[in-house]
């Protein structure tokens, strides 16, 4: 396909016993709750056996730009390393970006794990062809209350340690609502779950297959501005879209509008798919109840549907999948094999 890497390369995987990088290339959050952070380092150890390694900025309240970039450049350059884990999001890992070396990157290809604001590297990475792992954070999925939530666990063993093609399974229950960290009986207290509304398949009846690109909808559309980090329109031909809303709970007509955007660029037209996450409709700031949550999820579906229609009428569509802020959560391989089959209805990657 005109544009896109000639061949994503599927880093090598960890082996039990490796070490692998624990980075805060976004937030440092990992000050601020430590509880979170090293019950999600103790079961990397415990669960898959695998030895975290923390850089000088892992657990930095407030570390710049520059900083974080460095660990990052150490991570991927140190031979011992196998892969490398993100701590959690945030909001500023644009800033990271300029500081890499792309041929560093590229010469030492890693597994790199992280969603939200690490969103930002799995774009950097996807432009050189490399493949990384949308999802799993030490501080969430790691780090969940009680146990590992079980889907959760199995896509995390499955992206990190294996390799195989993998249908992702539908749960029957998810949540979207996360406990306090500062409550220091959070990690004892099991979130509580709803009943999880069925995956809403549109479009044509067709199966389509392609390396996977996209992520957090708010950190796509940083780039989509910015414009430093993107491969050429015509990269994107025959790839399969993944989107997915954070905790700020964008409304309905943002969503609309930045797929607007990407349909009057002519670039919503080049997936050959798109996949949508089931949207998360509650956080600390904004305690929607039941129904507010049903308002929030059908208007985002509706603004998807309507931006779809109107520019990209011909392509299969999965709304409600779950692979973004909320829980379960599946692991994407972005730049992997993904195929949507509209007419089977289903979702199988490639890890």
Same mark, same amino acid.
């Given at each position: 396909?005109?544009?896109?890497?000639?061949?994503?390369?599927?880093?090598?995987?960890?082996?039990?016993?490796?070490?692998?990088? %624990?980075?805060?290339?976004?937030?440092?959050?990992?000050?601020?709750?430590?509880?979170?952070?090293?019950?999600?380092?103790?079961?990397?150890? $415990?669960?898959?056996? &695998?030895?975290?390694?923390?850089?000088?900025?892992?657990?930095?309240?407030?570390?710049?730009?520059?900083?974080?970039?460095?660990?990052?450049?150490?991570?991927?350059?140190?031979?011992?390393?196998?892969?490398?884990?993100?701590?959690?999001?945030?909001?500023?890992?644009?800033? %990271?970006?300029?500081?890499?070396?792309?041929?560093?990157?590229?010469?030492?290809?890693?597994?790199?794990?992280?969603?939200?604001?690490?969103?930002? &590297?799995?774009?950097?990475?996807?432009? &050189?062809?490399?493949?990384?792992?949308?999802? @799993?954070?030490?501080?969430?999925?790691?780090?969940?209350?009680?146990?590992?939530?079980?889907?959760?666990?199995?896509? &995390? $063993?499955?992206?990190?340690?294996? /390799? @195989?093609?993998?249908?992702?399974?539908?749960?029957?229950?998810?949540?979207?609502?996360?406990?306090?960290?500062?409550?220091?009986?959070?990690?004892?207290?099991?979130?509580?779950?709803?009943?999880?509304?069925?995956?809403?398949?549109?479009?044509?009846?067709?199966?389509?297959?392609?390396?996977?690109?996209?992520?957090?909808?708010?950190?796509?559309?940083?780039?989509?501005?910015?414009?430093?980090?993107?491969?050429?329109?015509?990269?994107?031909?025959?790839?399969?879209?993944?989107?997915?809303?954070?905790?700020?709970?964008?409304?309905?007509?943002?969503?609309?509008?930045?797929?607007?955007?990407?349909?009057?660029?002519?670039?919503?037209? /080049?997936?050959?798919?798109? %996949?949508?996450?089931?949207?998360?409709?509650?956080?600390?700031?904004?305690?929607?109840?039941?129904?507010?949550?049903?308002?929030?999820?059908?208007? $985002?579906?509706?603004? %998807?549907?309507?931006?779809?229609?109107?520019?990209?009428?011909?392509?299969?569509?999965?709304? @409600?999948?779950?692979?973004?802020?909320?829980?379960? $959560?599946?692991?994407?391989?972005?730049?992997?094999?993904?195929?949507?089959?509209?007419?089977?209805?289903?979702?199988?990657?490639?890890?």
């Amino acid at each position: 396909m005109a544009g896109m890497p000639s061949q994503f390369r599927y880093p090598d995987k960890p082996r039990r016993g490796d070490a692998v990088a %624990v980075l805060s290339p976004s937030s440092g959050l990992a000050a601020r709750f430590p509880r979170p952070y090293e019950l999600g380092l103790h079961r990397l150890w $415990q669960e898959f056996g &695998l030895n975290p390694a923390v850089f000088p900025t892992t657990r930095a309240a407030a570390a710049s730009p520059a900083e974080r970039a460095t660990d990052v450049m150490a991570a991927f350059a140190e031979p011992e390393i196998k892969a490398i884990i993100a701590t959690i999001g945030g909001e500023d890992e644009l800033k %990271v970006l300029a500081l890499l070396d792309p041929e560093v990157l590229a010469a030492n290809p890693k597994p790199f794990f992280g969603y939200s604001d690490n969103t930002n &590297l799995h774009l950097y990475l996807w432009k &050189l062809g490399l493949v990384s792992y949308i999802g @799993g954070s030490v501080m969430v999925q790691f780090g969940w209350p009680v146990a590992m939530e079980p889907t959760s666990r199995l896509s &995390l $063993q499955r992206a990190l340690l294996e /390799r @195989g093609s993998y249908r992702l399974e539908p749960p029957d229950r998810y949540t979207d609502e996360e406990g306090n960290w500062d409550d220091p009986a959070m990690l004892e207290t099991a979130p509580l779950s709803f009943p999880a509304t069925p995956w809403s398949w549109h479009g044509p009846r067709v199966a389509a297959t392609g390396p996977a690109w996209g992520g957090s909808l708010e950190i796509v559309d940083f780039h989509l501005r910015t414009g430093r980090y993107l491969a050429p329109d015509d990269a994107y031909d025959g790839a399969v879209l993944f989107l997915e809303t954070s905790e700020e709970l964008p409304p309905a007509s943002y969503v609309y509008r930045v797929l607007m955007c990407m349909g009057e660029r002519r670039l919503l037209q /080049r997936f050959a798919a798109i %996949v949508w996450a089931r949207p998360k409709a509650w956080s600390h700031d904004q305690r929607n109840d039941a129904a507010a949550k049903a308002d929030y999820t059908r208007d $985002q579906h509706e603004a %998807v549907l309507a931006a779809v229609a109107e520019y990209h009428p011909g392509v299969p569509l999965v709304f @409600g999948v779950d692979f973004g802020h909320t829980e379960p $959560q599946h692991v994407v391989p972005s730049g992997g094999a993904v195929t949507v089959d509209g007419e089977k209805q289903e979702i199988w990657v490639r890890y």
